[in-house]
Protein backbone atom coordinates (compact mmCIF):
# COMPACT_ATOMS: atom_id res chain seq x y z
CA UNK A 1 0.00 0.00 0.00
CA UNK A 2 2.49 2.38 1.19
CA UNK A 3 4.56 1.35 -2.18
CA UNK A 4 1.63 1.79 -4.31
CA UNK A 5 1.08 5.35 -2.85
CA UNK A 6 4.46 6.39 -3.13
CA UNK A 7 4.50 5.04 -6.73
CA UNK A 8 1.29 7.47 -7.33
CA UNK A 9 2.61 10.76 -6.00
CA UNK A 10 5.31 10.71 -8.21
CA UNK A 11 3.32 9.98 -11.17
CA UNK A 12 1.46 13.00 -10.25
CA UNK A 13 4.35 15.28 -10.96
CA UNK A 14 3.74 18.65 -10.38
CA UNK A 15 -0.10 18.36 -10.63
CA UNK A 16 -0.83 21.82 -8.31
CA UNK A 17 1.06 22.50 -5.25
CA UNK A 18 3.28 20.03 -3.13
CA UNK A 19 0.48 21.48 -0.27
CA UNK A 20 -2.19 20.39 -2.68
CA UNK A 21 -1.22 16.90 -3.58
CA UNK A 22 -0.76 16.45 0.41
CA UNK A 23 -4.27 17.39 1.19
CA UNK A 24 -5.88 14.84 -1.34
CA UNK A 25 -3.92 11.72 -0.10
CA UNK A 26 -4.26 12.95 3.21
CA UNK A 27 -8.25 12.44 2.38
CA UNK A 28 -7.73 9.32 0.73
CA UNK A 29 -6.03 7.79 3.86
CA UNK A 30 -8.65 9.75 5.94
CA UNK A 31 -11.50 7.57 4.36
CA UNK A 32 -9.18 4.50 5.21
CA UNK A 33 -8.71 5.81 8.59
CA UNK A 34 -13.20 7.08 8.71
CA UNK A 35 -14.05 3.19 7.58
CA UNK A 36 -11.58 1.89 10.86
CA UNK A 37 -13.61 3.35 13.88
CA UNK A 38 -14.46 0.95 16.32
CA UNK A 39 -17.89 1.67 18.04
CA UNK A 40 -19.09 0.64 21.14
CA UNK A 41 -22.03 0.49 23.21
CA UNK A 42 -25.46 -2.04 24.11
CA UNK A 43 -27.81 -0.21 22.48
CA UNK A 44 -30.14 -0.80 19.53
CA UNK A 45 -31.90 1.54 17.19
CA UNK A 46 -34.39 3.26 19.33
CA UNK A 47 -32.40 2.32 22.36
CA UNK A 48 -31.62 4.56 25.02
CA UNK A 49 -27.64 3.92 25.31
CA UNK A 50 -25.25 6.26 23.70
CA UNK A 51 -22.93 4.14 21.42
CA UNK A 52 -19.32 5.64 21.71
CA UNK A 53 -16.25 5.10 19.31
CA UNK A 54 -13.37 3.06 21.24
CA UNK A 55 -10.46 4.46 19.30
CA UNK A 56 -10.35 7.89 20.00
CA UNK A 57 -6.89 8.30 18.64
CA UNK A 58 -8.36 7.71 15.67
CA UNK A 59 -11.01 9.84 15.67
CA UNK A 60 -9.04 12.27 16.64
CA UNK A 61 -7.43 12.13 13.58
CA UNK A 62 -9.74 11.81 11.83
CA UNK A 63 -11.38 14.74 13.27
CA UNK A 64 -8.07 17.08 12.50
CA UNK A 65 -7.77 16.09 9.11
CA UNK A 66 -11.64 17.24 8.62
CA UNK A 67 -11.24 20.80 10.94
CA UNK A 68 -13.88 19.66 13.19
CA UNK A 69 -13.90 18.58 16.95
CA UNK A 70 -13.85 15.44 18.62
CA UNK A 71 -17.27 15.68 20.49
CA UNK A 72 -19.06 16.46 16.39
CA UNK A 73 -17.93 13.98 14.86
CA UNK A 74 -18.52 11.27 17.76
CA UNK A 75 -21.90 12.05 18.57
CA UNK A 76 -22.56 12.74 14.50
CA UNK A 77 -21.44 8.68 14.20
CA UNK A 78 -23.80 7.72 16.34
CA UNK A 79 -27.64 9.12 15.35
CA UNK A 80 -28.83 9.23 11.61
CA UNK A 81 -32.21 11.06 10.47
CA UNK A 82 -34.52 9.44 8.66
CA UNK A 83 -37.59 9.41 6.26
CA UNK A 84 -40.62 7.31 7.86
CA UNK A 85 -44.35 7.53 6.77
CA UNK A 86 -43.05 11.27 5.70
CA UNK A 87 -41.95 12.09 8.85
CA UNK A 88 -38.76 13.29 9.53
CA UNK A 89 -37.07 11.44 12.54
CA UNK A 90 -33.79 10.84 14.35
CA UNK A 91 -32.96 7.21 15.57
CA UNK A 92 -30.07 6.72 17.71
CA UNK A 93 -27.67 3.90 16.58
CA UNK A 94 -26.49 0.83 17.77
CA UNK A 95 -22.29 -0.33 17.15
CA UNK A 96 -23.42 -2.46 14.22
CA UNK A 97 -25.21 1.24 13.36
CA UNK A 98 -22.53 2.89 13.99
CA UNK A 99 -20.58 1.30 11.98
CA UNK A 100 -22.25 1.46 8.78
CA UNK A 101 -22.45 5.02 8.96
CA UNK A 102 -19.03 5.58 9.12
CA UNK A 103 -18.75 3.30 6.29
CA UNK A 104 -21.04 5.67 4.29
CA UNK A 105 -19.01 8.60 5.78
CA UNK A 106 -15.85 7.01 3.98
CA UNK A 107 -17.42 5.79 1.07
CA UNK A 108 -18.45 9.89 0.36
CA UNK A 109 -15.26 10.77 1.03
CA UNK A 110 -13.83 8.32 -1.32
CA UNK A 111 -16.56 9.79 -4.51
CA UNK A 112 -15.83 13.13 -3.67
CA UNK A 113 -12.18 12.81 -3.73
CA UNK A 114 -12.59 10.62 -7.20
CA UNK A 115 -15.31 13.43 -8.74
CA UNK A 116 -12.77 15.89 -7.29
CA UNK A 117 -9.66 14.49 -9.11
CA UNK A 118 -11.12 13.24 -12.14
CA UNK A 119 -12.58 16.73 -12.77
CA UNK A 120 -9.48 18.30 -11.88
CA UNK A 121 -7.59 16.35 -14.28
CA UNK A 122 -10.38 16.62 -16.81
CA UNK A 123 -9.81 20.51 -16.86
CA UNK A 124 -6.05 20.23 -17.45
CA UNK A 125 -5.69 17.77 -20.04
CA UNK A 126 -8.86 19.20 -22.11
CA UNK A 127 -8.23 21.28 -25.30
CA UNK A 128 -9.80 23.78 -27.31
CA UNK A 129 -12.44 22.07 -29.81
CA UNK A 130 -10.77 24.34 -32.52
CA UNK A 131 -7.27 23.06 -31.41
CA UNK A 132 -8.02 19.30 -32.37
CA UNK A 133 -7.61 17.68 -35.05
CA UNK A 134 -7.66 14.02 -33.77
CA UNK A 135 -7.94 12.37 -30.54
CA UNK A 136 -7.45 8.48 -29.92
CA UNK A 137 -10.06 7.33 -27.48
CA UNK A 138 -9.70 4.32 -25.11
CA UNK A 139 -13.15 2.73 -23.63
CA UNK A 140 -11.93 -0.29 -21.27
CA UNK A 141 -14.25 -2.38 -19.34
CA UNK A 142 -13.19 -5.48 -17.57
CA UNK A 143 -15.76 -7.89 -18.93
CA UNK A 144 -19.06 -9.57 -17.96
CA UNK A 145 -19.00 -10.71 -14.09
CA UNK A 146 -20.63 -14.02 -13.30
CA UNK A 147 -20.27 -13.40 -9.41
CA UNK A 148 -20.06 -9.98 -7.93
CA UNK A 149 -16.09 -9.02 -6.92
CA UNK A 150 -16.86 -5.98 -4.85
CA UNK A 151 -19.96 -7.34 -3.05
CA UNK A 152 -22.07 -4.53 -4.46
CA UNK A 153 -24.79 -6.29 -6.62
CA UNK A 154 -25.52 -3.05 -8.23
CA UNK A 155 -21.69 -2.69 -9.44
CA UNK A 156 -21.86 -6.16 -11.15
CA UNK A 157 -25.35 -5.42 -12.56
CA UNK A 158 -23.70 -1.82 -13.86
CA UNK A 159 -20.84 -3.35 -15.21
CA UNK A 160 -22.64 -6.22 -17.04
CA UNK A 161 -24.93 -4.05 -18.58
CA UNK A 162 -22.08 -2.00 -19.86
CA UNK A 163 -20.36 -5.04 -21.15
CA UNK A 164 -23.65 -5.56 -22.93
CA UNK A 165 -23.77 -2.52 -24.56
CA UNK A 166 -20.25 -2.34 -25.94
CA UNK A 167 -20.27 -5.82 -27.11
CA UNK A 168 -23.38 -4.69 -28.84
CA UNK A 169 -21.62 -1.99 -30.45
CA UNK A 170 -19.09 -4.08 -31.61
CA UNK A 171 -21.36 -7.05 -33.28
CA UNK A 172 -22.90 -4.23 -35.18
CA UNK A 173 -19.76 -2.42 -36.84
CA UNK A 174 -18.61 -6.40 -37.65
CA UNK A 175 -22.17 -7.41 -39.02
CA UNK A 176 -24.28 -4.53 -39.31
CA UNK A 177 -22.73 -1.59 -40.85
CA UNK A 178 -20.02 -3.39 -43.02
CA UNK A 179 -23.31 -5.30 -44.52
CA UNK A 180 -25.22 -1.69 -44.90
CA UNK A 181 -21.87 -0.10 -46.66
CA UNK A 182 -21.17 -3.22 -48.75
CA UNK A 183 -24.77 -3.08 -50.09
CA UNK A 184 -24.55 0.36 -51.12
CA UNK A 185 -21.78 -1.05 -53.24
CA UNK A 186 -23.74 -3.74 -54.64
CA UNK A 187 -20.84 -6.15 -53.33
CA UNK A 188 -22.73 -9.34 -52.20
CA UNK A 189 -21.44 -11.19 -49.22
CA UNK A 190 -22.36 -13.82 -47.74
CA UNK A 191 -23.98 -14.15 -44.45
CA UNK A 192 -22.62 -15.16 -41.08
CA UNK A 193 -24.17 -16.35 -38.36
CA UNK A 194 -23.91 -14.76 -35.06
CA UNK A 195 -25.02 -14.69 -31.65
CA UNK A 196 -26.78 -10.97 -31.52
CA UNK A 197 -27.34 -10.05 -27.75
CA UNK A 198 -30.14 -6.92 -28.99
CA UNK A 199 -32.77 -8.38 -26.77
CA UNK A 200 -30.52 -8.12 -23.62
CA UNK A 201 -29.24 -4.69 -24.90
CA UNK A 202 -33.01 -3.55 -24.33
CA UNK A 203 -34.46 -5.61 -21.66
CA UNK A 204 -30.99 -3.96 -19.91
CA UNK A 205 -30.87 -0.38 -21.19
CA UNK A 206 -34.35 0.47 -23.12
CA UNK A 207 -35.45 4.00 -21.91
CA UNK A 208 -38.58 3.75 -19.56
CA UNK A 209 -39.20 -0.03 -19.47
CA UNK A 210 -35.48 -1.22 -19.50
CA UNK A 211 -34.22 -2.88 -16.19
CA UNK A 212 -31.90 -0.10 -15.29
CA UNK A 213 -34.78 2.70 -16.03
CA UNK A 214 -37.10 0.67 -13.70
CA UNK A 215 -34.58 0.26 -11.26
CA UNK A 216 -34.08 3.82 -11.05
CA UNK A 217 -38.20 4.48 -11.02
CA UNK A 218 -38.40 2.07 -7.64
CA UNK A 219 -36.16 4.47 -6.37
CA UNK A 220 -37.57 7.49 -6.77
CA UNK A 221 -40.89 6.05 -5.36
CA UNK A 222 -39.62 4.52 -2.39
CA UNK A 223 -40.33 1.35 -3.52
CA UNK A 224 -39.31 -1.74 -1.23
CA UNK A 225 -36.94 -4.26 -3.03
CA UNK A 226 -39.32 -7.04 -2.74
CA UNK A 227 -41.89 -4.88 -4.75
CA UNK A 228 -38.87 -4.09 -7.47
CA UNK A 229 -38.60 -7.33 -7.49
CA UNK A 230 -41.80 -8.07 -8.17
CA UNK A 231 -42.51 -5.52 -10.60
CA UNK A 232 -39.99 -7.17 -13.11
CA UNK A 233 -40.74 -10.67 -12.59
CA UNK A 234 -43.07 -10.78 -15.11
CA UNK A 235 -40.98 -8.96 -17.40
CA UNK A 236 -37.75 -10.22 -17.30
CA UNK A 237 -38.03 -14.00 -16.29
CA UNK A 238 -36.32 -16.21 -18.09
CA UNK A 239 -35.99 -14.02 -21.14
CA UNK A 240 -33.11 -11.89 -22.56
CA UNK A 241 -30.24 -14.16 -21.79
CA UNK A 242 -26.69 -12.53 -21.27
CA UNK A 243 -23.61 -12.98 -23.32
CA UNK A 244 -22.54 -15.04 -20.55
CA UNK A 245 -25.52 -17.14 -19.95
CA UNK A 246 -28.07 -16.84 -16.80
CA UNK A 247 -26.57 -14.45 -14.25
CA UNK A 248 -28.35 -14.19 -10.35
CA UNK A 249 -28.47 -10.69 -9.13
CA UNK A 250 -29.90 -10.68 -5.09
CA UNK A 251 -32.04 -8.18 -4.96
CA UNK A 252 -31.43 -7.38 -1.41
CA UNK A 253 -30.70 -3.25 -0.28
CA UNK A 254 -30.74 -2.78 -4.43
CA UNK A 255 -32.85 0.11 -3.87
CA UNK A 256 -31.21 1.59 -1.26
CA UNK A 257 -27.34 1.43 -2.98
CA UNK A 258 -29.31 2.29 -6.20
CA UNK A 259 -30.15 6.02 -4.31
CA UNK A 260 -26.46 6.15 -3.45
CA UNK A 261 -27.10 9.01 -1.10
CA UNK A 262 -25.07 11.00 1.07
CA UNK A 263 -26.69 11.77 4.71
CA UNK A 264 -27.91 15.02 5.86
CA UNK A 265 -26.60 14.56 9.09
CA UNK A 266 -22.95 14.40 7.46
CA UNK A 267 -23.33 17.91 5.36
CA UNK A 268 -24.97 19.39 8.18
CA UNK A 269 -22.13 18.44 10.45
CA UNK A 270 -19.07 19.38 7.59
CA UNK A 271 -20.47 22.91 7.40
CA UNK A 272 -18.70 23.70 10.53
CA UNK A 273 -15.31 22.61 9.39
CA UNK A 274 -12.17 24.62 9.32
CA UNK A 275 -10.71 23.09 6.58
CA UNK A 276 -10.65 25.07 3.38
CA UNK A 277 -10.14 21.45 1.16
CA UNK A 278 -12.90 19.66 2.75
CA UNK A 279 -15.13 22.39 2.61
CA UNK A 280 -14.17 22.71 -1.38
CA UNK A 281 -14.60 19.00 -1.50
CA UNK A 282 -18.34 19.07 -0.61
CA UNK A 283 -18.91 22.57 -2.31
CA UNK A 284 -18.60 21.12 -5.74
CA UNK A 285 -21.03 20.67 -8.36
CA UNK A 286 -20.75 16.69 -8.41
CA UNK A 287 -22.60 16.96 -5.06
CA UNK A 288 -26.40 17.61 -5.37
CA UNK A 289 -27.74 18.49 -2.74
CA UNK A 290 -31.48 17.87 -1.62
CA UNK A 291 -33.24 20.74 0.72
CA UNK A 292 -36.57 19.99 2.37
CA UNK A 293 -39.70 20.85 0.92
CA UNK A 294 -40.54 23.85 3.57
CA UNK A 295 -37.27 24.93 4.48
CA UNK A 296 -34.76 25.51 2.27
CA UNK A 297 -31.93 26.14 4.36
CA UNK A 298 -32.64 22.53 6.13
CA UNK A 299 -30.55 20.30 3.71
CA UNK A 300 -32.50 16.50 3.68
CA UNK A 301 -29.81 14.63 2.10
CA UNK A 302 -27.38 14.74 -0.88
CA UNK A 303 -25.79 12.92 -3.91
CA UNK A 304 -22.60 12.50 -5.60
CA UNK A 305 -23.25 12.76 -8.97
CA UNK A 306 -21.55 10.54 -11.52
CA UNK A 307 -22.17 12.24 -14.92
CA UNK A 308 -19.25 14.13 -16.83
CA UNK A 309 -19.72 17.83 -16.26
CA UNK A 310 -18.19 18.40 -19.42
CA UNK A 311 -18.29 16.99 -23.20
CA UNK A 312 -15.59 15.37 -24.44
CA UNK A 313 -13.06 16.38 -26.56
CA UNK A 314 -13.88 15.54 -30.08
CA UNK A 315 -12.49 16.27 -33.80
CA UNK A 316 -15.01 19.12 -35.13
CA UNK A 317 -14.68 19.42 -39.06
CA UNK A 318 -16.66 21.51 -41.85
CA UNK A 319 -16.21 18.47 -44.43
CA UNK A 320 -17.55 15.21 -42.55
CA UNK A 321 -15.25 12.38 -42.40
CA UNK A 322 -17.14 8.91 -42.50
CA UNK A 323 -15.43 6.22 -41.36
CA UNK A 324 -14.57 2.87 -42.97
CA UNK A 325 -17.66 0.97 -41.29
CA UNK A 326 -20.80 3.95 -42.15
CA UNK A 327 -22.57 3.28 -45.19
CA UNK A 328 -23.50 6.49 -47.58
CA UNK A 329 -27.03 6.55 -45.58
CA UNK A 330 -25.98 7.31 -42.21
CA UNK A 331 -26.69 10.23 -40.72
CA UNK A 332 -24.11 12.76 -41.10
CA UNK A 333 -21.79 13.91 -37.82
CA UNK A 334 -23.39 16.97 -37.54
CA UNK A 335 -26.35 15.75 -36.20
CA UNK A 336 -24.65 13.67 -33.81
CA UNK A 337 -23.14 16.10 -32.41
CA UNK A 338 -26.18 18.64 -31.90
CA UNK A 339 -27.78 15.42 -30.39
CA UNK A 340 -24.58 14.41 -27.74
CA UNK A 341 -24.45 18.54 -27.23
CA UNK A 342 -28.11 18.71 -26.38
CA UNK A 343 -28.19 16.09 -23.90
CA UNK A 344 -25.39 17.59 -22.52
CA UNK A 345 -25.84 20.60 -21.97
CA UNK A 346 -29.48 19.59 -20.60
CA UNK A 347 -27.42 17.49 -18.43
CA UNK A 348 -25.51 19.98 -17.14
CA UNK A 349 -28.52 22.60 -16.35
CA UNK A 350 -29.75 19.72 -14.60
CA UNK A 351 -26.78 19.54 -12.23
CA UNK A 352 -26.88 23.41 -11.62
CA UNK A 353 -30.13 23.58 -10.62
CA UNK A 354 -29.74 20.37 -8.54
CA UNK A 355 -26.75 22.21 -6.89
CA UNK A 356 -28.86 25.36 -5.87
CA UNK A 357 -31.06 22.51 -3.86
CA UNK A 358 -34.25 20.68 -5.54
CA UNK A 359 -36.96 20.51 -3.15
CA UNK A 360 -38.05 17.39 -4.27
CA UNK A 361 -37.67 14.42 -1.19
CA UNK A 362 -35.55 11.88 -3.53
CA UNK A 363 -33.04 11.90 -6.18
CA UNK A 364 -34.04 12.79 -9.56
CA UNK A 365 -32.12 9.75 -10.48
CA UNK A 366 -30.10 7.18 -9.13
CA UNK A 367 -26.90 5.95 -9.38
CA UNK A 368 -28.67 3.12 -12.43
CA UNK A 369 -30.50 6.58 -14.39
CA UNK A 370 -26.98 8.34 -14.34
CA UNK A 371 -25.04 5.26 -15.57
CA UNK A 372 -27.65 4.99 -17.95
CA UNK A 373 -26.85 8.73 -19.10
CA UNK A 374 -23.44 8.05 -19.40
CA UNK A 375 -23.57 4.93 -21.14
CA UNK A 376 -25.75 6.92 -24.10
CA UNK A 377 -22.70 9.28 -24.41
CA UNK A 378 -20.43 7.16 -24.45
CA UNK A 379 -22.31 5.27 -27.22
CA UNK A 380 -23.10 7.82 -28.85
CA UNK A 381 -19.75 9.52 -29.47
CA UNK A 382 -18.53 5.86 -30.59
CA UNK A 383 -21.56 5.85 -33.44
CA UNK A 384 -20.33 9.14 -34.68
CA UNK A 385 -19.67 8.65 -38.34
CA UNK A 386 -16.17 9.80 -37.98
CA UNK A 387 -15.36 7.50 -35.87
CA UNK A 388 -12.94 4.65 -36.79
CA UNK A 389 -12.90 2.47 -34.26
CA UNK A 390 -10.85 -0.60 -33.35
CA UNK A 391 -11.32 -3.85 -31.00
CA UNK A 392 -9.52 -5.43 -28.66
CA UNK A 393 -10.56 -8.66 -27.02
CA UNK A 394 -8.04 -9.15 -23.46
CA UNK A 395 -8.59 -12.96 -22.41
CA UNK A 396 -7.65 -14.18 -19.12
CA UNK A 397 -5.72 -17.22 -19.24
CA UNK A 398 -7.16 -18.71 -16.17
CA UNK A 399 -9.93 -17.41 -13.74
CA UNK A 400 -7.85 -18.10 -10.98
CA UNK A 401 -5.95 -15.27 -11.66
CA UNK A 402 -2.38 -17.08 -10.98
CA UNK A 403 0.67 -16.03 -12.97
CA UNK A 404 2.74 -18.70 -15.48
CA UNK A 405 -0.75 -21.00 -15.95
CA UNK A 406 -2.99 -21.38 -19.09
CA UNK A 407 -6.33 -23.15 -18.64
CA UNK A 408 -7.74 -24.04 -21.64
CA UNK A 409 -10.93 -24.76 -21.30
CA UNK A 410 -11.11 -21.09 -19.33
CA UNK A 411 -10.10 -19.56 -22.59
CA UNK A 412 -11.83 -21.69 -25.14
CA UNK A 413 -14.91 -20.86 -23.11
CA UNK A 414 -13.99 -16.58 -23.47
CA UNK A 415 -13.57 -17.38 -27.41
CA UNK A 416 -16.77 -18.99 -27.77
CA UNK A 417 -18.67 -16.54 -25.47
CA UNK A 418 -17.39 -13.26 -27.68
CA UNK A 419 -18.17 -15.27 -31.00
CA UNK A 420 -14.52 -14.44 -31.97
CA UNK A 421 -14.70 -17.24 -34.43
CA UNK A 422 -17.48 -16.12 -36.13
CA UNK A 423 -16.27 -12.04 -35.87
CA UNK A 424 -12.97 -14.17 -37.99
CA UNK A 425 -15.07 -15.76 -40.46
CA UNK A 426 -16.89 -12.11 -41.08
CA UNK A 427 -13.19 -10.48 -41.82
CA UNK A 428 -12.12 -13.18 -43.56
CA UNK A 429 -15.46 -12.56 -45.84
CA UNK A 430 -16.70 -8.87 -45.62
CA UNK A 431 -13.15 -7.07 -45.20
CA UNK A 432 -11.55 -4.98 -48.06
CA UNK A 433 -10.00 -2.87 -46.47
CA UNK A 434 -6.22 -2.00 -47.95
CA UNK A 435 -3.91 0.17 -45.58
CA UNK A 436 -0.93 1.87 -47.98
CA UNK A 437 1.76 3.82 -47.06
CA UNK A 438 2.30 7.11 -48.93
CA UNK A 439 5.13 6.17 -51.12
CA UNK A 440 3.40 3.08 -51.93
CA UNK A 441 0.40 4.67 -52.63
CA UNK A 442 1.77 7.78 -54.95
CA UNK A 443 3.45 4.39 -57.13
CA UNK A 444 0.03 2.72 -57.32
CA UNK A 445 -0.88 6.15 -58.17
CA UNK A 446 1.52 6.67 -61.43
CA UNK A 447 1.12 10.38 -60.57
CA UNK A 448 2.09 12.38 -64.05
CA UNK A 449 3.17 15.34 -62.91
CA UNK A 450 6.14 16.40 -60.68
CA UNK A 451 5.10 17.33 -57.64
CA UNK A 452 7.07 18.93 -55.09
CA UNK A 453 6.32 18.45 -51.12
CA UNK A 454 5.74 15.44 -48.64
CA UNK A 455 4.54 11.97 -49.73
CA UNK A 456 1.37 13.21 -47.76
CA UNK A 457 0.97 16.50 -49.35
CA UNK A 458 1.31 14.67 -53.09
CA UNK A 459 -0.53 11.83 -52.35
CA UNK A 460 -3.37 14.81 -51.16
CA UNK A 461 -2.71 16.44 -54.52
CA UNK A 462 -3.14 13.03 -56.97
CA UNK A 463 -7.05 12.43 -54.71
CA UNK A 464 -8.09 16.07 -55.43
CA UNK A 465 -7.20 15.79 -59.10
CA UNK A 466 -8.54 12.86 -59.99
CA UNK A 467 -11.65 13.42 -57.58
CA UNK A 468 -11.35 9.81 -55.96
CA UNK A 469 -13.51 10.42 -52.88
CA UNK A 470 -12.06 9.56 -49.48
CA UNK A 471 -13.09 7.60 -46.64
CA UNK A 472 -16.20 6.91 -49.08
CA UNK A 473 -16.68 3.48 -49.85
CA UNK A 474 -15.86 2.82 -53.51
CA UNK A 475 -14.76 -0.76 -54.77
CA UNK A 476 -10.48 -0.62 -55.15
CA UNK A 477 -10.65 3.02 -54.48
CA UNK A 478 -10.70 3.12 -50.64
CA UNK A 479 -8.96 5.80 -49.95
CA UNK A 480 -7.63 7.00 -46.26
CA UNK A 481 -5.64 9.98 -45.47
CA UNK A 482 -4.23 10.20 -42.29
CA UNK A 483 -3.52 13.31 -40.79
Known sequence: MRKDSSTLRRHCGNWNSPEARSQKFAKSWLATRTGADESGGYSHEGGETITVVKNKDVLSIVAAFLGLSVDELETSLGYKTKTIHKERVTVMLDPQ?????????????????????????????????????????????????????????????????????????CLQNFFERQADMLETEEVNVPATSYFDNSDAVKGLLKHGNGLLSILDDQTKRARTDLQFLESIRKRFENKNPAIAGKVDYPAQRLIEENGDL??????????????????????????????????????????????PLRMPSMARRKMSRPSRFTSFGSQ??????????????????????????????APKQGAAGQFLASLDNITKSLSASNVNPYFVFCLKPNDRRIANQFDSKCVRTQVQTLGIAEISQRLRNADFSVFLPFAEFLGLAEAESIIVGSDKEKSQLIVDEKRWPTNEARVEQHWCLPE
Open 97 to 169: GARTNADGFARTLYALLVAYVIENINQRICAAEDAVANTISVVDFPGFAQMSTTNSTLDQLLNNAATESLYHY
Open 262 to 307: VSGDLLNLISSTKSGFVRELFGQEALQTIHHPKERNAIMQAQVSSK
Open 332 to 361: SEADDTDDFASTSTSTKKGGSSSKKGSVAG
